[in-house]
């Protein structure tokens, strides 16, 4: 029996993936997978539970035993959960971003976490949001994707999200970490940031998310869904 399908949709930080994931998982209503959140949260119970992030066996450990839930709003945001506090705000600041890409360098972690992904694809289908995806988690999946954008573009972005949630933050140190974050993301050993060899590329730095998630959903329906 063919397992149900899985979409792909990888690339760095600020790209447009999330935002276009939840859109294709709504239109197709199929289940989502934020895989960045399963890394962030194992760096924010590291911060919780003062370990380093650069203490390999002890992050492994947390990883391994990771209590987190995903719940899907009315208004359709994810929730996402560690032992039983919603902590979907606090994950998502630059700490929890940097977290995220020290800890998911670490291969034992990487490997701890995948077992976990591969259970979100269940009938009718998944929506999977990473950055190896369509390398490592579902190198089977039928249709990949991978948006990227500018490094600039996507500082820009950040700081506009940032700025709006009355956040006090610096658009040259947004940069800089994120061309730092990406430059770790990119060279790690084990599942690196790159384009799957079948995925289609889309560079979102001068277009639109609606013209992007069309440019998606074109694909998606010339593969059946």
């Keep these: 029996m063919a397992q149900c399908p899985v979409i ?16 294709l998982s709504a239109a197709l209503g199929w289940h989502f997978l934020d895989s960045g959140a399963l890394y962030r949260v194992t760096g924010y119970a590291c911060v919780l539970e003062g370990v380093s992030w650069d203490d390999h066996p002890a992050v492994t450990e947390i990883a391994r035993r990771l209590d987190v839930t995903f719940t899907t709003c009315p208004s359709g945001e994810i929730r ?8 979907s705000r606090a994950i998502r600041t630059e700490q929890g971003g940097r977290g ?9 972690v990487r490997e701890a976490l995948l077992a976990r992904q591969r259970q979100f694809r269940q009938p009718p289908g998944l929506v999977a949001d990473g950055r190896d995806m369509g390398t490592a988690v579902f190198p089977d999946a ?36 994120i061309q730092e974050r990406d430059a770790r993301d990119s060279s790690r050993a084990v599942s690196p940031l790159v384009p799957a060899e079948d995925a289609i590329v889309i560079d979102s730095t001068a277009t639109p998310i609606p013209e992007v998630f069309e440019r998606v959903m074109q694909a998606v329906r010339q593969q059946g869904y």
């Design 8 to 23: 792909t949709v990888d690339g760095p930080s600020g790209a447009g993936k999330g935002t276009i994931s939840h859109l």
């Design 80 to 87: 996402v959960a560690y032992q039983g506090v919603d902590v």
């Design 100 to 108: 995220a890409s020290t800890v998911a360098a670490i291969p034992s």
């Design 142 to 177: 039928p249709l990949k994707f991978f948006l990227t954008a500018s490094a600039a573009e996507r500082a820009e972005r950040r700081y506009k999200q940032l700025i709006a949630k009355g956040e006090s933050v610096s658009l040259p140190r947004l940069l800089a970490d």
